[in-house]
């Protein structure tokens, strides 16, 4: 059995990141991933067209000027394939190949209380040991993967955008159906359409998307980027959401409907994601939404032609941003061909996948490969899958069961030693994510430093807490609109997942005070000991 100071899980972004602070302070560790490769979810999502939504100059760590300066992203928005390339430069430009285990699925972790250490075991049946237990997992990485009647009848490809395979899926000639209509399926469609004979796509839920406005990065707009990084990651970390730019601070109805239009129109063409901070308040006020949401609308309607398929495509049960909107790059537009039909499954659901496609209750589809785009588990999903056992014998899943409890999203009482990073209770899918990353690498690697210092051998997240943070995420959430909705913010698109809202909505530099606070006050609402507990009693 090899032991380390910290083991992390997961060589994402996040794992990677998390490694290097580690290092940097002087503490031992080991990632476990459980892949052939590194880059988690940049390396399962190699569908057709994924791309980040967030642009790759604030999609990029900032913990190394040299880094910053010598990487020369493309295109504003950067593709998969680029952003895997960039973590495995990171990852040889600073050693951290040496310190990761791959093909390590973690099945069990189990928190010895007499030793305080965490023992954990891999599916490959290797076992370690470790003071504390990093998990570094991710957001939106488990896929949740329907079934559907017949399904295994099915005689072509089936498909999850999530789980892409490697080899060149060759869609010419092929009729191709996509379920589900998120970041995913829009961002494969027009992709797809391009070569495939017959595309279908699925929707049960219209979304709101914004139009990418990518394009190649010149070499003016690198060099000004790069002139003024220190400024821009400044602005990112004392922003709300983790974006470059600066947000509206007058509220969508304190100005004339024309300076509204045309501050709504500017962003529209510019921000993508960043359309939700035009205004304060657009995901504070349903006046304020509605403004939002209906311009974004009569924008939506203007890139599809046809009448009847318009009113499909448009949202008209939510308002922008209480679930997560996109960021497309002609997914309108492609239904405007003749080889793209869309199948709308609220009004005519699926009854059953047959040998030769999908069956609704209208007609059958008939279909080569079906893809899954349907989404995640998110938050929770990929931390409950190895089996996590802390005090008493109690697993994560039992703890958990009517939704996350954390301190400050950072730890939960009854499984010391162990941390999370961008988990539930942390701004992670709320934010770009890589800021909360960063931020959270840090600062545990400071905590574990500190702790190593005064001799603590244990550490745990205490319920009062843990009460209070997750409390006070509820309260921060009420005080949106997110609540107006169901999302994967909310676990009410997963069935029987507790209806919880789980990210901090409180936003990036709100969060980091926190985080701030806590570290001051010596780590507060976290109990410290020189002797694990299970010792004293
Ligand atoms: P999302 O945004 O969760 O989208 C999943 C889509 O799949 C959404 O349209 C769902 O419809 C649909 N879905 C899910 N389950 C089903 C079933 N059973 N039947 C039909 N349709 C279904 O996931 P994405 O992968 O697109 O994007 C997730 C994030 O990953 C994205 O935000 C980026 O950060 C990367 P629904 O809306 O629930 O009716």
């Not at 007609?363 to 899954?372: A, P």
């Not at 009482?413 to 800021?435: D, E, K, Q």
């Amino acid at each position: 059995m090899a032991h380390t100071e910290t083991l992390i899980v997961g060589a994402g972004l996040a794992g990677l990141r998390a490694l290097y602070a580690l290092r940097e302070q002087g503490i031992s560790a080991v990632v476990l991933e459980a892949s052939d490769e590194i880059g988690g979810v940049w390396n399962h999502n190699r569908y057709p067209g994924a791309r980040c939504d967030v642009e790759s100059f604030d999609y990029s760590y900032s913990f190394s000027k040299e880094l910053e300066q010598e990487w020369r992203w493309s295109e504003r928005y950067p593709t998969q394939p680029e952003i895997l390339r960039y973590i495995n430069h990171v990852a040889d430009r600073f050693d951290l190949r040496r310190d990761i285990v791959l093909n390590a699925r973690v099945e069990e972790a189990v928190y010895d209380e007499d030793q305080a250490v965490w023992e954990v075991t891999t599916s490959e049946g290797c076992r370690w040991t470790a003071n504390t237990l990093m998990l570094c997992l991710g957001q939106l990485s488990a896929p949740k993967i329907p079934s559907y009647p017949g399904q295994e009848d099915f005689g072509g490809e089936v498909i999850v955008s999530a789980m892409w395979p490697r080899r060149q899926v060759d869609f010419t000639g092929k009729r191709v159906g996509i379920i589900g209509t998120g970041s995913s399926g829009m961002q494969m469609t027009p992709v797809i359409a391009e070569t495939a004979a017959h595309l279908t796509v699925f929707q049960r839920t219209a979304n709101y998307s914004l139009p990418a406005a990518n394009a190649p990065l010149t070499d003016e707009e690198d060099a000004r980027v790069k002139a003024n990084y220190d400024a821009r990651r400044e602005q990112i970390r004392n922003s709300p959401t983790g974006l470059g730019f600066q947000p509206g601070k007058v509220k969508t109805l304190d100005v004339s409907t024309e300076e509204r239009e045309a501050a709504l129109e500017k962003s529209y063409h510019r921000l993508g994601f960043g359309f939700a901070l035009t205004f304060p308040d657009i995901l504070l006020d349903a006046k304020a939404n509605a403004v939002a949401s209906d311009f974004l609308k009569r924008k939506m309607g203007e890139r599809v032609a046809d009448p009847e398929l318009r009113k499909k495509l448009v949202p008209n049960d939510h308002g922008f941003g209480t679930r997560r909107p996109s960021v497309d790059g002609g997914y309108f537009e492609a239904f405007a061909r003749d080889n793209v039909e869309l199948a709308d499954i609220r009004e005519h659901p699926i009854v059953e996948f047959t040998p030769n496609g999908i069956r609704t209750d209208e007609k059958l589809h008939e279909l080569d490969i079906v893809i899954f785009a349907t989404g995640f588990d998110a938050l929770t999903g990929a931390l409950l899958r190895p089996r996590i056992v802390g005090r008493s014998g109690q697993t994560l899943a039992e703890k958990w069961a009517d939704g996350p409890l954390t301190q400050l999203g950072l730890a939960t009482a009854g499984f010391p030693n162990m941390v999370i990073v961008a988990g539930p209770g942390s701004p992670s899918v709320l934010s770009n994510v890589i800021v909360s990353i960063e931020e959270h690498a840090d600062w545990f690697a400071r905590m574990l430093a500190a702790f190593k210092a005064q001799g603590i051998a244990e550490f745990e997240a205490t319920k009062a807490a843990e009460r209070a943070w997750t409390d006070y995420v509820q309260q921060r959430a009420r005080e949106t609109l997110y609540g107006t909705a169901n999302s994967f913010y909310n676990g009410g698109e997963v069935k029987g997942k507790p209806r919880v809202f789980m990210p901090f909505s409180g936003g990036v530099r709100n969060y980091r005070q926190h985080l701030q606070k806590c570290a001051d006050e010596n780590y507060s609402g976290f109990e410290k000991r020189k002797t694990p507990a299970a010792q004293k009693s």
